[in-house]
């Protein structure tokens, strides 16, 4: 009995490693994924940066509350992924 296994899994030995295997290997960008592939993101090129006042960094902010229930549920979406061109030198100050 023993013996016809082993033949049978050298036989189809391809065939099991590729139903054990094949989850693993296909991507899993489905809606609603947090993993994206680049195609899913708007190229919105250099980043600029408005140049502002200058600012305190001592300055004292009172902290955001989130008003959101514990057990709220994300939906991710393509609708505005983007992404930029960001390096000091790429990046342009607009005055």
Do not use: W
């Amino acid at each position: 009995m023993i013996l016809i296994a082993v033949i049978m899994c050298i036989i189809f030995r391809k065939k099991i490693s590729n139903i054990i295997f094949a989850a693993e290997c296909e991507p899993q960008n489905a809606p609603g994924s947090v993993f994206y592939s680049p195609r899913q993101f708007h190229h919105r090129g250099a980043l600029q940066i408005k140049k502002v006042a200058p600012f305190d960094p001592k300055a004292q902010f009172a902290d955001e509350k989130d008003n959101n229930p514990h057990n709220a549920r994300f939906q991710f979406t393509e609708d505005q992924n983007e992404v930029f061109d960001i390096g000091s030198e790429v990046e342009q100050v607009i005055e």
